[in-house]
Protein backbone atom coordinates (compact mmCIF):
# COMPACT_ATOMS: atom_id res chain seq x y z
CA UNK A 1 0.00 0.00 0.00
CA UNK A 2 1.11 3.89 -1.19
CA UNK A 3 1.74 6.04 1.88
CA UNK A 4 2.63 9.59 1.59
CA UNK A 5 5.28 10.62 4.30
CA UNK A 6 7.60 13.25 5.18
CA UNK A 7 11.43 13.15 3.62
CA UNK A 8 14.61 13.83 5.02
CA UNK A 9 17.73 13.21 3.29
CA UNK A 10 20.65 12.57 4.72
CA UNK A 11 23.98 11.71 3.20
CA UNK A 12 24.37 8.43 4.71
CA UNK A 13 21.25 5.47 4.53
CA UNK A 14 19.81 4.39 7.74
CA UNK A 15 19.01 1.03 8.84
CA UNK A 16 16.21 -0.73 11.29
CA UNK A 17 17.01 -0.53 14.46
CA UNK A 18 19.68 2.14 14.59
CA UNK A 19 19.56 5.15 16.47
CA UNK A 20 19.94 8.42 14.69
CA UNK A 21 20.14 11.37 16.77
CA UNK A 22 19.74 14.85 14.88
CA UNK A 23 20.05 18.53 15.67
CA UNK A 24 17.78 20.40 13.56
CA UNK A 25 17.65 23.92 12.57
CA UNK A 26 17.21 24.57 9.18
CA UNK A 27 13.84 26.00 8.99
CA UNK A 28 11.94 23.46 6.39
CA UNK A 29 12.85 20.41 9.10
CA UNK A 30 12.13 22.61 11.81
CA UNK A 31 8.35 22.94 10.61
CA UNK A 32 8.53 19.11 9.60
CA UNK A 33 9.29 19.04 13.47
CA UNK A 34 7.09 21.02 14.51
CA UNK A 35 4.32 18.96 12.52
CA UNK A 36 5.05 15.86 13.84
CA UNK A 37 5.04 17.43 17.45
CA UNK A 38 1.17 18.72 16.48
CA UNK A 39 -0.08 15.25 15.22
CA UNK A 40 -2.40 13.62 18.14
CA UNK A 41 -0.92 11.27 20.71
CA UNK A 42 -2.16 7.67 18.73
CA UNK A 43 -0.59 8.43 15.82
CA UNK A 44 3.14 7.44 15.32
CA UNK A 45 5.57 10.22 14.90
CA UNK A 46 7.73 9.39 12.16
CA UNK A 47 10.06 10.21 8.87
CA UNK A 48 11.51 8.70 5.68
CA UNK A 49 15.17 9.07 5.82
CA UNK A 50 16.68 8.64 1.95
CA UNK A 51 20.54 9.14 1.11
CA UNK A 52 21.43 11.62 -1.20
CA UNK A 53 23.30 10.53 -4.35
CA UNK A 54 24.84 13.76 -4.65
CA UNK A 55 24.41 16.78 -2.58
CA UNK A 56 23.21 20.39 -3.69
CA UNK A 57 24.09 23.86 -1.97
CA UNK A 58 21.81 25.80 -0.16
CA UNK A 59 20.70 28.83 -2.24
CA UNK A 60 17.92 30.71 -3.80
CA UNK A 61 14.30 29.21 -4.01
CA UNK A 62 12.93 26.47 -1.76
CA UNK A 63 15.55 23.23 -2.01
CA UNK A 64 18.72 25.62 -3.59
CA UNK A 65 19.38 26.17 -6.94
CA UNK A 66 20.46 22.33 -7.49
CA UNK A 67 17.79 19.53 -6.46
CA UNK A 68 19.52 16.35 -4.75
CA UNK A 69 19.34 13.51 -6.54
CA UNK A 70 17.97 10.58 -3.77
CA UNK A 71 18.48 6.47 -3.95
CA UNK A 72 15.09 4.66 -4.37
CA UNK A 73 15.45 2.98 -0.78
CA UNK A 74 15.17 4.07 2.24
CA UNK A 75 14.10 3.53 6.30
CA UNK A 76 11.60 5.51 8.30
CA UNK A 77 12.54 6.85 11.32
CA UNK A 78 10.03 6.71 14.68
CA UNK A 79 10.49 9.39 16.87
CA UNK A 80 11.22 8.81 20.28
CA UNK A 81 12.20 12.34 21.72
CA UNK A 82 11.74 15.74 20.52
CA UNK A 83 13.86 18.48 22.99
CA UNK A 84 13.32 22.40 22.04
CA UNK A 85 16.31 24.10 22.06
CA UNK A 86 15.47 28.07 22.06
CA UNK A 87 13.10 29.43 19.11
CA UNK A 88 14.86 27.62 16.38
CA UNK A 89 16.61 24.53 17.19
CA UNK A 90 15.78 20.93 18.01
CA UNK A 91 17.47 17.97 19.30
CA UNK A 92 15.46 14.86 17.78
CA UNK A 93 16.18 11.12 18.86
CA UNK A 94 14.42 8.22 16.32
CA UNK A 95 15.23 4.89 15.96
CA UNK A 96 15.25 3.74 12.00
CA UNK A 97 12.10 0.82 11.37
CA UNK A 98 10.51 0.22 8.14
CA UNK A 99 12.52 0.20 4.80
CA UNK A 100 10.53 1.51 2.13
CA UNK A 101 10.71 2.41 -1.75
CA UNK A 102 10.05 6.07 -3.43
CA UNK A 103 7.66 5.94 -5.60
CA UNK A 104 7.34 9.97 -6.16
CA UNK A 105 8.92 12.58 -4.52
CA UNK A 106 6.86 15.94 -3.52
CA UNK A 107 8.80 19.29 -3.66
CA UNK A 108 5.47 21.63 -3.59
CA UNK A 109 3.15 19.96 -0.75
CA UNK A 110 5.00 21.59 2.31
CA UNK A 111 7.83 23.66 2.98
CA UNK A 112 9.75 19.85 3.38
CA UNK A 113 9.92 17.15 0.91
CA UNK A 114 7.18 14.50 0.94
CA UNK A 115 7.05 11.43 -0.95
CA UNK A 116 4.84 8.29 -1.88
CA UNK A 117 6.27 5.25 -0.72
CA UNK A 118 5.72 1.60 -0.75
CA UNK A 119 6.39 -0.69 1.94
CA UNK A 120 9.10 -3.51 1.90
CA UNK A 121 9.12 -6.74 3.16
CA UNK A 122 10.15 -7.03 6.75
CA UNK A 123 11.31 -10.27 8.59
CA UNK A 124 9.14 -12.37 7.05
CA UNK A 125 10.87 -12.62 3.94
CA UNK A 126 13.56 -14.98 5.84
CA UNK A 127 11.22 -17.78 6.87
CA UNK A 128 13.00 -20.22 4.65
CA UNK A 129 16.67 -19.19 4.90
CA UNK A 130 16.80 -18.82 8.56
CA UNK A 131 19.45 -22.26 9.07
CA UNK A 132 21.56 -20.30 6.43
CA UNK A 133 21.35 -16.64 8.20
CA UNK A 134 22.20 -18.39 11.47
CA UNK A 135 25.25 -20.14 9.91
CA UNK A 136 26.20 -16.98 8.10
CA UNK A 137 25.51 -14.83 11.02
CA UNK A 138 28.23 -16.39 13.28
CA UNK A 139 30.74 -16.21 10.52
CA UNK A 140 29.65 -12.15 10.20
CA UNK A 141 29.74 -11.79 13.82
CA UNK A 142 33.38 -13.04 14.48
CA UNK A 143 34.63 -10.74 11.56
CA UNK A 144 33.20 -7.59 12.59
CA UNK A 145 34.85 -8.09 16.07
CA UNK A 146 37.54 -8.80 13.81
CA UNK A 147 37.38 -5.87 11.97
CA UNK A 148 36.63 -3.66 15.22
CA UNK A 149 39.77 -4.73 16.96
CA UNK A 150 42.35 -4.12 13.94
CA UNK A 151 40.62 -0.26 13.80
CA UNK A 152 41.19 -0.10 17.04
CA UNK A 153 44.87 -1.33 17.57
CA UNK A 154 45.51 0.81 14.49
CA UNK A 155 44.15 3.88 16.25
CA UNK A 156 46.48 3.27 19.07
CA UNK A 157 43.03 2.85 20.77
CA UNK A 158 41.85 0.44 23.41
CA UNK A 159 38.01 -0.99 23.48
CA UNK A 160 36.05 -3.15 25.18
CA UNK A 161 34.60 -5.25 22.27
CA UNK A 162 30.53 -4.79 21.98
CA UNK A 163 28.00 -7.22 22.68
CA UNK A 164 26.55 -7.95 19.13
CA UNK A 165 22.99 -9.24 18.53
CA UNK A 166 22.19 -13.00 18.26
CA UNK A 167 19.52 -12.27 15.79
CA UNK A 168 21.28 -12.25 12.48
CA UNK A 169 18.87 -9.87 11.04
CA UNK A 170 19.73 -7.09 13.19
CA UNK A 171 23.24 -8.27 13.29
CA UNK A 172 23.53 -7.56 9.59
CA UNK A 173 21.97 -4.23 10.26
CA UNK A 174 24.51 -3.51 12.80
CA UNK A 175 27.37 -4.12 10.84
CA UNK A 176 25.49 -2.33 7.71
CA UNK A 177 25.79 0.57 9.71
CA UNK A 178 28.70 0.14 11.78
CA UNK A 179 31.25 -0.87 9.11
CA UNK A 180 33.60 1.86 7.39
CA UNK A 181 31.70 1.55 4.06
CA UNK A 182 31.18 3.37 1.15
CA UNK A 183 27.73 5.04 0.57
CA UNK A 184 26.93 2.24 -2.19
CA UNK A 185 28.07 -0.44 -0.32
CA UNK A 186 25.85 0.43 2.46
CA UNK A 187 23.16 1.55 0.27
CA UNK A 188 23.08 -2.06 -1.41
CA UNK A 189 23.29 -3.33 2.07
CA UNK A 190 19.87 -1.59 2.43
CA UNK A 191 18.42 -2.71 -0.63
CA UNK A 192 18.44 -6.21 -0.42
CA UNK A 193 15.72 -8.02 1.73
CA UNK A 194 16.83 -11.29 2.66
CA UNK A 195 19.24 -11.17 5.50
CA UNK A 196 21.42 -14.35 4.19
CA UNK A 197 22.35 -12.54 1.14
CA UNK A 198 23.30 -9.37 3.29
CA UNK A 199 25.86 -11.75 5.32
CA UNK A 200 27.07 -13.14 2.61
CA UNK A 201 27.64 -9.75 0.84
CA UNK A 202 28.85 -8.32 4.47
CA UNK A 203 31.47 -11.82 4.54
CA UNK A 204 32.81 -10.44 1.89
CA UNK A 205 33.30 -7.14 2.25
CA UNK A 206 34.82 -7.42 5.77
CA UNK A 207 37.28 -9.49 4.16
CA UNK A 208 38.05 -7.16 2.00
CA UNK A 209 38.47 -4.49 4.46
CA UNK A 210 40.43 -6.82 6.94
CA UNK A 211 42.59 -7.19 4.29
CA UNK A 212 42.90 -3.29 2.99
CA UNK A 213 43.43 -2.39 7.05
CA UNK A 214 46.27 -5.19 7.39
CA UNK A 215 47.72 -3.91 4.17
CA UNK A 216 47.77 -0.27 4.47
CA UNK A 217 47.86 -0.55 8.40
CA UNK A 218 45.80 3.12 8.46
CA UNK A 219 42.33 4.37 8.78
CA UNK A 220 41.18 7.17 6.71
CA UNK A 221 38.35 8.09 9.59
CA UNK A 222 38.07 8.37 13.39
CA UNK A 223 37.19 5.16 15.16
CA UNK A 224 34.23 7.37 16.93
CA UNK A 225 32.15 6.38 13.94
CA UNK A 226 32.42 2.77 14.91
CA UNK A 227 30.39 3.62 17.60
CA UNK A 228 27.08 3.09 16.03
CA UNK A 229 23.95 3.60 18.49
CA UNK A 230 21.44 0.92 18.32
CA UNK A 231 18.53 -0.11 19.87
CA UNK A 232 16.72 -3.24 18.98
CA UNK A 233 13.32 -2.32 21.13
Known amino acids: ?6 LFPLGSPLFPGMVLPLHVFEERYRLLVEDLLALPEELPRRFGVVAIRQGWEVAGGAFGDSEPAFYEVGCTAEVRAISRRGQDRFDVVAVGADRFSVRKVHRHLSAYLQADVDWLPGAGTDADTRPEAAALGDVVGQLFLRYIS ?10 DLPELPEGPRELSYVVAAGALLTAED ?3 LLVEGLTAVRLAVQSHLLRRELTI ?11 VQLAVPW ?3
Open 150 to 159: LVATLHGTAI
Open 231 to 233: SLN
Open 186 to 188: RQA
Open 213 to 223: LASLRAVPVPL
Open 1 to 6: MTQTIP
